[in-house]
């Protein structure tokens, strides 16, 4: 049986990645209007997750650009 091991963190595209998810949260604003129910409370829970990963990237993108100011990368 094989493992699954997690994809290594790739600090070059996290900024690329912070762009998809706003966008994304953005597109799932939008179909929100037209959604119903269920769907509109799983859209909901879907962007607080995505609000927790974009405050995520953005403190991650800080550290890194502060790591380099300091001299560390």
């Known amino acids: 049986m094989a493992k ?18 706003i966008s994304n949260m953005e597109a799932a604003e939008e179909a929100m209007k037209f959604a119903t129910g269920e769907e509109r ?8 997750r995505r609000e927790e990963s974009i405050q995520d990237l953005k403190d991650e993108i800080h550290e890194e650009d502060q790591s380099r100011i ?4």
Do not use: H, V
């Open 41 to 48: 409370k799983k859209i909901k829970q879907s962007n607080e």
């Open 70 to 73: 300091n001299g560390y990368i």
């Open 4 to 21: 699954n091991y997690p994809k290594p963190n790739d600090p070059a595209d996290n900024k690329e990645r912070l762009n998809k998810t």
